[in-house]
């Protein structure tokens, strides 16, 4: 059951989750508006905060992407309002532009960035660690070691922001983000900020960067505020320090980092022992209780997430402060290193190297992760039972066979569909150097070529196809969400350039990857409003595109004959938009329906043992290697009929006697023609 964040209840504890943690610690502070993108690890943020606007009247929106989200929260917070936007790591890349320049105009009411970082790449394609864009902002930022502290931090950031007039970066990382802890509840602040807007405000023309006395002054000005960004950081409650006589051995741990040292060192026995500083408000960072610890102890260790952030600060001061000190950490003394995430094992290895005391060898979940390694066969990450996604790869694989024996490029995007590049783990990968070189995909998870970050490909397709690369046809894939995310610039640009690439778009009316939020083809807004969706082809075709068709990705046959017709196409690109909602969504309100799901099953004495249902990828349909035939999952299947296209011999039939072709997941899509 989820956490009511909106309670007002000062002093009840309750198990909460890291991201609810943050949200609530908006509520408390009584913030006015809030805008995100969804983005694993830091998707539920807005969730909860969606939840609770709803009973407590304050504004929340999933918005178009990161960069949107971010100017709405900044504008809100020019006009006084208290305002959050929050993200995941990768999302903070989109809004750097304007990061880099609101904190030259500062804001008036508090405002928060919440970023959720991802140490191990658990949901991203990079472990960035975002500490270093709050700091090359110059804006303060907080790292929380604990779910109760995430939201104390996020509650406290909106006052620090105020009180310097700037943006304040709560970083957040997947082990905070997405872990359950206690956390005390505090009062709710019901005094809401008054708004109004002031083109003076403090400094002449205070929200133009460019308006006089122009962006080197408005620089100078920023500067002025490190004085008192750092007095906050000294007097932080969020740092602590403990010095102990007579020890010459000190760690030093920020964020979840700090959590990992004060578990290994009270099991190490070592916690009265050493000296100690816990840094939660990381930037600036407490110089004064940074300079006490470095003079009292001669080897000093930090322990952070991700790279050297507090580490490369202390090697700054040592140098005047203490010389002398040998500094331990992901730098140049390294006994952790600057990749991967931190856990209780690298950690308490890094203490005994620097403190020179042997540990037990055995790392009983190290033991434990053989022992499953030898049980567990490798495969890739799948897309659900019934995904259409698998509809639309299979389409494209065969009609990329059909259209000729050359080396075609599918370039991938980000969302549920780049597991068509996740490759099948059990296939050997032999690597060479050759210029080009053609393989075929077995399945629709070694369909992609490139997957870099939202919106990369289509842009990546347009470079290739000027470079001048023609050995194959150039394509390129995203979901709806993403299209309206990062996509519609680049497409356009393909039809201004003239690029004869495909693009397909992968419309399944939700942010599926994330969790199912909304976008602009839902329907929906994040407080549940009901409008009217967003016509993709509408969009497509008003942006030039020529070649414009809608397929239904259920219909393998009928899909692939729109690609092969597409694949043709040479003035300028060619789009098809493979619409059906998510099957998992559909397959819920079935439930909650009591509707009947008519499932498929394998003819046994027809199976001729080809594989090909298996090949599309589906988890519903397996392979009994004993008799060497298909079998289907009667609890994972929802009817959706593909497994029995692409069945060569018509061995496998739906359950139900006179039961024809495909389950009508939803209404299927209706095929829009030019002007319509």
């Given amino acids: 059951m989820m956490v009511r964040i909106w309670e007002d209840a000062p002093g009840k504890r309750v198990f909460m989750l890291g991201n609810e943690a943050i949200a609530r610690g908006a509520v408390e502070a009584g913030v006015q508006v809030a805008a995100s993108y969804p983005g694993t690890p830091a998707s539920e943020i807005m969730e909860n905060l969606a939840e609770a606007a709803k009973h407590l009247g304050f504004y929340a929106q999933w918005s178009i992407n990161e960069t949107v989200a971010f100017n709405v929260a900044v504008g809100a917070a020019i006009t006084g309002a208290r305002a959050m936007a929050s993200m995941k790591n990768a999302g903070l890349n989109w809004i750097m532009d304007m990061l880099m320049t609101v904190d030259y105009t500062g804001v008036r009411g508090g405002l928060v960035l919440a970023v959720g970082d991802d140490p191990d790449a658990h949901y991203s394609s990079n472990e960035q660690d975002t500490r270093i864009a709050g700091e090359y902002a110059l804006i303060p930022v907080l790292e929380p070691s604990t779910v109760h502290e995430a939201k104390e931090m996020t509650k406290k950031a909106f006052e620090i922001s105020e009180a310097v007039e700037l943006p304040v970066q709560v970083r957040s990382c997947t082990r905070i983000s997405h872990a359950s802890g206690d956390v005390v509840l505090g009062e709710i602040r019901r005094e809401r900020n008054p708004v109004g807007f002031n083109?003076?405000?403090?400094?002449?023309?205070?929200?133009?960067?460019?308006?006089?006395?122009?962006?080197?002054?408005?620089?100078?000005?920023?500067?002025?505020?490190?004085?008192?960004?750092?007095?906050?950081?000294?007097?932080?409650e969020f740092n602590w320090l403990d010095i102990v006589d007579g020890s010459d051995i000190a760690v030093v741990g920020s964020g979840i980092g700090w959590a990992y040292a004060k578990?290994?060192?009270?099991?190490?026995?070592?916690?009265?022992?050493?000296?100690?500083?816990?840094?939660?408000?990381?930037?600036?960072?407490?110089?004064?209780?940074?300079?006490?610890?470095?003079?009292?102890?001669?080897?000093?260790?930090?322990?952070?997430?991700?790279?050297?952030?507090?580490?490369?600060?202390?090697?700054?001061?040592?140098?005047?402060?203490?010389?002398?000190?040998?500094?331990?950490?992901?730098?140049?003394?390294?006994?952790i290193e600057p990749w991967g995430e931190l856990n209780l094992?690298?950690?308490?290895?890094?203490?005994?190297?620097?403190?020179?005391?042997?540990?037990k060898a055995e790392d009983p979940a190290a033991e434990a992760r053989k022992k499953g390694e030898r049980l567990i066969i490798p495969r890739s990450s799948m897309l659900c039972p019934g995904c259409q996604h698998l509809g639309t790869y299979w389409a494209l694989k065969t009609a990329l066979a059909r259209f000729g024996g050359k080396v075609p490029i599918i370039n991938g995007d980000i969302g549920c569909y780049e597991q068509g590049g996740y490759g099948v783990s059990g296939r050997k990968i032999e690597p060479n150097e050759e210029l080009t070189k053609k393989y075929v995909p077995l399945a629709p998870y070694e369909m992609l070529d490139t997957l870099h970050i939202m919106g990369s490909g289509i842009g990546l397709a347009q470079g290739e196809y000027h470079a001048g690369y023609r050995e194959g046809k150039i394509v390129a894939v995203s979901g709806d969400s993403t299209f309206f995310h990062a996509v519609m610039p680049s497409l356009l640009n393909?039809?201004?350039?003239?690029?004869?690439?495909?693009?397909?778009?992968?419309?399944?009316?939700?942010?599926?990857?994330?969790?199912?939020?909304?976008?602009?083809?839902?329907?929906?807004?994040?407080?549940g409003?009901?409008?009217?969706?967003?016509?993709?082809y509408k969009v497509v075709k008003s942006l030039g595109v020529k070649f414009v068709e809608v397929v239904d990705p259920y219909d393998i046959k009928g899909t692939t004959e729109v690609l092969q017709r597409a694949l043709q196409w040479e003035d300028g690109p060619a789009v098809v938009i493979a619409k059906r909602e998510c099957a998992l969504q559909v397959f819920r309100r079935y439930r909650k329906e009591r509707k009947p799901v008519k499932t498929y099953r394998v003819v046994e004495d027809k199976c001729i043992g080809c594989k090909l249902c298996v090949y599309l990828g589906c988890p519903a349909v397996w392979w009994k290697p004993e008799k060497k035939k298909a079998v289907i999952d009667p609890i994972q299947c929802v009817g959706c009929s593909m497994c029995a296209q692409v069945c060569p011999v018509n061995a496998i039939v739906p359950e139900e006697e006179g039961y024809v072709f495909g389950l009508p997941i939803g209404e299927p899509p209706k095929l829009l023609k030019e002007g319509e």
């Fill in 199 to 236: 083109k003076h405000y403090k400094l002449p023309y205070r929200w133009d960067v460019y308006g006089p006395p122009g962006p080197v002054e408005k620089h100078k000005w920023l500067f002025s505020t490190l004085p008192k960004q750092k007095e906050l950081s000294e007097e932080s």
């Fill in 263 to 335: 578990d290994a060192l009270k099991e190490m026995g070592l916690w009265d022992r050493v000296s100690k500083l816990k840094v939660g408000f990381v930037h600036p960072a407490p110089e004064g209780k940074l300079e006490r610890i470095l003079r009292s102890s001669s080897k000093v260790l930090f322990v952070e997430e991700g790279l050297p952030f507090v580490e490369r600060k202390a090697y700054e001061l040592a140098k005047d402060v203490a010389p002398d000190v040998e500094i331990y950490g992901k730098l140049r003394n390294q006994v």
């Fill in 345 to 359: 094992e690298r950690v308490s290895a890094a203490i005994s190297r620097v403190a020179g005391i042997e540990i």
């Fill in 494 to 527: 393909a039809v201004y350039n003239k690029a004869n690439i495909l693009y397909i778009i992968m419309d399944n009316d939700w942010v599926a990857m994330t969790g199912h939020q909304p976008s602009p083809s839902t329907g929906l807004t994040a407080t």
């Fill in 529 to 536: 409003q009901v409008y009217s969706k967003a016509n993709i």
